[in-house]
Every structure is written in C-alpha cells, then in structure tokens.
C-alpha cells in the first residue's frame, strides 16, 4: 500500500506560480511511477505530467508543456509540481497518483492504469 498527501494549492492570480507536493508513505518510493492529474469541474481527469520511478524520464501534456516542471526527491518520499505562468484554464483539482513501475521508461497516460491516489488539492486561478 502507498498513502499520497498533496499540498500547495491555493488561489493565485494569472500569471503566477504555485509548488505542489505529494508526500508518499509505504513502500520503496522510487519502484512507483508518478503521476499529477487534475480535474476541472465537468470535465475528465487528465493526465498533466508524470515521471518515472527513478526520474530519468518525464512526460507534460501539451496544454502545460513549457510552463510545468515535474520532479522528485526519492530520499524524501515526494513528488512535486512547479506550476508557472498560469492560466484560468489550469483551475482545477490536481490529484497525485501512483503505480508500480514498469521498468521501461514507458509513463502510462491512463487515470485507470493508477492504483493509488491522494485526495486532490484545489487550485484557483483567477483572471
């Protein structure tokens, strides 16, 4: 079992930043892939970025390429997302989500493909 916690979400203006966090607890942190998916009210959850267990590999969605970085700190058990130049369209909640690695540098895209999930964290973008 792996337990996900996010944070540092908030409200920010357009044009802003904001850092999330993902806190792992379990098992060995690093023999996961991660994930940052988010959830806009009336719409599906979309993959925005994800990383591989050892972090050599990465993968953004185009709608955030260039202004999101993610990273990881596998002695510290956390993910992270730095959110840059945001849009109103970015609004939503953003969830961590794990799965076992495969091992082939291949990040699945799929929300069905995860097995663990934090409990989201909202972020507010205002015009």
């Known amino acids: 079992q792996v337990q996900l916690v996010e944070s540092g979400g908030g409200l920010v203006q357009a044009g802003g930043s904001l850092r999330l966090s993902c806190a792992a607890s379990?098992?060995?942190?690093?023999?996961?892939?991660m994930g940052w998916f988010r959830q806009a009210p009336g719409k599906e959850r979309e993959l925005a970025a994800a990383?591989?267990?050892?972090?050599?590999?990465?993968y953004y969605a185009d709608s955030v390429k260039g202004r999101f970085t993610i990273s990881r700190d596998n002695g510290k058990n956390t993910m992270y997302l730095q959110a840059n130049s945001l849009k109103s369209e970015d609004t939503a909640v953003y969830y961590c989500a794990a799965r076992p690695t495969s091992g082939s540098g291949y990040l699945t895209r799929s929300a069905r493909l995860y097995d663990y999930w934090g409990q989201g964290t909202q972020v507010t973008v205002s015009s």
């Open positions: 379990g098992r060995t942190f690093s023999s996961y892939d």
């Open positions: 990383i591989t267990g050892s972090g050599r590999t990465t």
